[in-house]
């Protein structure tokens, strides 16, 4: 393969300018990052990359700097990883942070307060649609578990105000037990085959 | 010291947050609200909005910002280097795991067992942005009178062309904030 300075390089120009041009987060980052990688690059095989993205949502943290992380690992170890999770947080450091100072300046002039205003009731929607979104996944598994479990998450979540470190660490539990149940169901399956 | 405390508390968000930039709101909220009482339940929903109208990730986007908020330059740095050191740590210990076993069903297993309850979490903090949007707060009660009128017809008017015209986020932004400087200049 490439030497050792292009290949950073390359890893870094890329994870830039995808986190620089990109609007919508993750969700949208991590898919081009995909074609870049795959299909302009090819320097990681379809299926390998399917497998990094499910990493990279099994993870905490934000999707795209966790498969950022992984190409780079994936492509040059630990320097890599270093060089891909720089390139893809130093554009929103540069541009919030100048933001930050123009919101200051600007957050008190009526034409800027009512572009928020309006844009507060916008947020509010896409909120709502992920919402719907997700919940809708998750009720169309028709499942039992998860479903009870994301209803009772709501309860204890908003009107008994538990707190989300309890929620997250119960239902990760709930999802450990379901899995290993059904993974030695499966196993036991094939030995009888 | 600021600092260090800021670091704490985006670490914190960076590790318990699964799922994405959606997932890190309600961590975001109490983290910087309910705990340490740094920003405003107003100051909070322009970060989310400032934050979904800039590219890159979300999650990066508001701890930039909140940090800078906080405590100046170096407070977005630390804040944004808090909350990406937990990534960076668990993804390069999993994909160790990975490239050793190739085996993630375990983990795929937890993490399918966290969604319901990530989702009911994103609702908890929807909802105060929901009432903050509609109401101006999201402290009960709440009376008619305070409803924002448009807020509740930009808001209705946005899920119906998220839905039937499939519009991106990005898209919904620039048209409320569009109609928001126009509507409110004859309000």
Do not use: C
């Not at chain 1, 690059?41 to 949502?57: N, P, R, S, V």
């Not at chain 1, 009526?110 to 979104?133: D, E, K, R, S, T």
């Not at chain 2, 800021?6 to 590790?15: A, D, H, P, R």
């Not at chain 2, 490239?99 to 009911?120: D, T």
């Amino acid at each position: 393969m490439k030497n050792n300075a292009s290949l950073y390089k390359t890893l870094f120009k890329s994870t830039f300018f995808l986190s620089m041009f990109t609007f919508g987060g993750g969700y949208v980052i991590v898919p081009l990052m995909e074609k870049k990688f795959v299909n302009e690059l090819k320097w990681i095989t379809e299926d390998e990359m399917l497998d990094l993205i499910a990493l990279g949502q099994s993870s905490p943290g934000p999707i795209a700097v966790n498969t950022s992380i992984l190409v780079g690992y994936r492509m040059a170890g630990i320097l890599g990883a270093l060089v891909t999770v720089l390139g893809t947080i130093i554009p929103p450091l540069i541009i919030m942070s100048l933001l930050a100072y123009v919101y200051r300046a600007v957050s008190t002039n009526p034409i800027v307060n009512n572009m928020l205003l309006g844009m507060q009731a916008g947020v509010a929607a896409i909120i709502v649609n992920v919402l719907y979104n997700m919940a809708s996944r998750i009720i169309k598994q028709k499942k039992i578990i998860p479903i009870i479990v994301m209803i009772l998450a709501l309860i204890a979540g908003i009107i008994l105000q538990v707190n989300i470190l309890w929620l997250l660490s119960i239902s990760g539990i709930i999802g450990a037990m379901t899995t290993y149940i059904t993974l030695k169901k499966t196993s036991t399956k094939e030995d009888e085959n | 010291m600021i600092y260090i405390k800021l670091f704490l508390s985006f670490f914190q968000i960076g590790l318990f947050s699964f799922g994405g930039g959606y997932a890190a709101l309600p961590l975001i909220e109490q983290q910087t609200i309910d705990v340490n009482g740094w920003i405003t339940n107003q100051q909070f929903i322009d970060i989310l909005t400032l934050s979904e109208m800039t590219p890159g990730p979300i999650a990066i986007n508001a701890a930039t910002f909140t940090g800078n908020q906080i405590a100046g330059l170096l407070g977005g740095v630390v804040a944004t280097v808090g909350v990406t050191m937990p990534s960076v740590i668990i993804v390069l210990l999993l994909a160790y795991f990975y490239f050793k076993y190739q085996n993630i069903k375990m983990v795929q297993g937890i993490i399918q067992g966290l969604r319901p309850a990530v989702v009911a979490l994103i609702a908890s903090a929807g909802l105060t942005i929901f009432l903050t949007a509609m109401f101006g707060h999201s402290a009960f009660p709440f009376q008619l009178n305070q409803l924002k009128i448009v807020s509740v017809v930009l808001f209705i008017v946005s899920i119906f062309l998220m839905r039937k015209y499939k519009l991106s986020p990005i898209q919904i932004m620039v048209l409320s904030g569009v109609s928001g400087i126009i509507v409110y200049a004859f309000v």
